[in-house]
């Protein structure tokens, strides 16, 4: 039998994220860049799913539209700001939860 491994990504107001089809099937055809504002954990939601109020931001990563948007946190790829605009970084924070973790979020 072969391991399944669980992988959960934290997301944290501040982050900047790229919101495309692999977080949900709503952004096909037009993927876009986001700050985010809050997690919004008032609402409730399925297991794996999050509502998160955003700023959808340009190419220079000024905010031109506020959004609140339902996603799996685990397809949204981390960004960061950089001195030459955005840039790509490595899911640094994708991390394994715990037995005792996993138990908690049920």
């Given at each position: 039998?072969?391991?399944?491994?669980?992988?959960?990504?934290?997301?944290?107001?501040?982050?900047?994220?790229?919101?495309?089809?692999?977080?949900?099937?709503?952004?096909?055809?037009?993927?876009?860049?986001a700050?985010?504002?809050?997690?919004?954990?008032?609402?409730?939601?399925?297991h794996?799913?999050?509502?998160?109020?955003v700023?959808?931001?340009?190419?220079?990563?000024?905010?031109?539209?506020?959004?609140?948007?339902?996603?799996?946190?685990?397809?949204?790829?981390?960004?960061?700001?950089?001195?030459?605009g955005?840039?790509?970084?490595?899911?640094?924070?994708?991390?394994?939860?715990?037995?005792?973790?996993?138990?908690?979020?049920?």
């Amino acid at each position: 039998m072969a391991a399944v491994r669980v992988v959960s990504v934290e997301i944290r107001a501040g982050d900047v994220v790229e919101v495309t089809r692999a977080a949900s099937v709503q952004f096909v055809s037009r993927p876009f860049v986001a700050r985010v504002i809050r997690v919004r954990d008032d609402l409730v939601t399925y297991h794996g799913w999050c509502w998160l109020d955003v700023y959808q931001l340009d190419a220079k990563g000024d905010a031109v539209e506020r959004r609140t948007i339902f996603v799996q946190p685990a397809g949204l790829g981390v960004v960061r700001c950089t001195g030459r605009g955005l840039g790509r970084v490595p899911k640094s924070r994708l991390a394994v939860p715990s037995a005792d973790t996993r138990q908690m979020n049920r």
